[in-house]
């Protein structure tokens, strides 16, 4: 058997590793190095050091779209999560018609990110404009616009793992709650959220990082505006690599270090809350 998987494992392994080293190992080694490069094309790029990564932090924009998609992620990931979490504890109750919730929660998550903001926005600008404005009136509106949406979009699919890791949790374990007197709250606090940090941790770090690259939606929904004060991480990059002539390096730069934030702020969620996990 062994000798077997060892003769068929290059025919079975060959094809995804190839496909793996030439669509992502090989173009993102490549976009490292040409961020350290002034180039418009891949064949005349010119080594420049680390001038592209200084003219990133100079940029303001660039500074202001960090700081506007941190607040959005903080937000985004604790609304996220606590709605759906709540949802989950609900539809796992035994009520009527829980499947068909369960369906119209998640169906938001199947719609494409440009359809969802376009969709938001004639939504949105329809209630404001009973009030003669649109979204793009005050930034404050396309931040709550982006976290609406993003809430729309995302809450039935978490509900869904949290769904999955309530229902893992051993009956008998609840039952022993019961007896020893723990009233809801308790139960909820001292088990329940304990026997799901698993499925907090996916969660976690799906909001986290959907939040975080966030940006067809972003472009549909104000594409910046008003005077690029909503323009996201991912956005401020693709206007600074196809909107400004001889930025290229800079918008590449600027890819490598959002690259870096993600992986990093990934990698500690990550962390922190395996350690919390417990085993059911």
């Not at 998987?5 to 079975?12: H, I, K, M, S, T």
């Not at 606090?189 to 959907?210: A, D, E, G, H, R």
């Not at 909503?230 to 730069?253: C, K, R």
Request: aromatic share 14%.
């Amino acid at each position: 058997m062994n000798k077997s998987l060892r003769r068929y494992a290059p025919v079975f392994i060959g094809p995804t590793l190839i496909a793996f080293v030439a669509v992502f190992l090989v173009p993102f080694v490549m976009g490292i190095y040409l961020s350290f490069t002034d180039f418009t094309t891949v064949v005349d790029a010119k080594f420049v050091g680390i001038a592209n990564y200084i003219k990133a932090f100079q940029n303001q924009d660039f500074i202001n779209a960090l700081w506007f998609t941190v607040k959005f992620t903080v937000v985004s990931v604790v609304t996220v999560n606590v709605i759906a979490f709540a949802l989950a504890l609900l539809l796992t109750r035994g009520l009527r018609g829980t499947n068909l919730f369960r369906t119209t929660f998640f169906m938001p998550n199947l719609i494409g990110g440009i359809v969802l903001g376009y969709i938001w926005q004639l939504i949105i600008n329809g209630v404001l404009m009973r009030s003669g404005v649109t979204i793009l009136f005050k930034p404050e509106y396309g931040f709550w616009g982006l976290v609406i949406l993003m809430n729309w979009q995302l809450i039935g699919y978490m509900m869904v793992i949290y769904i999955a890791g309530i229902q893992n949790i051993s009956s008998d374990v609840l039952e022993a709650a019961r007896i020893d007197g723990a009233n809801s709250v308790q139960t909820l606090f001292k088990i329940t959220i304990p026997l799901v940090m698993s499925s907090v941790t996916i969660c976690l770090f799906l909001t986290l990082s959907n939040s975080f690259k966030l940006f067809d939606q972003n472009l549909a929904l104000t594409a910046g505006g008003p005077s690029k004060q909503t323009t996201m991480l991912a956005l401020d990059i693709y206007n600074t690599f196809y909107g400004t002539i001889g930025y290229e390096g800079v918008g590449q730069a600027k890819a490598v270090i959002f690259f870096i934030i993600v992986a990093v702020l990934g990698y500690l969620q990550l962390a922190m809350t395996r350690n919390k996990e417990v085993e059911n």
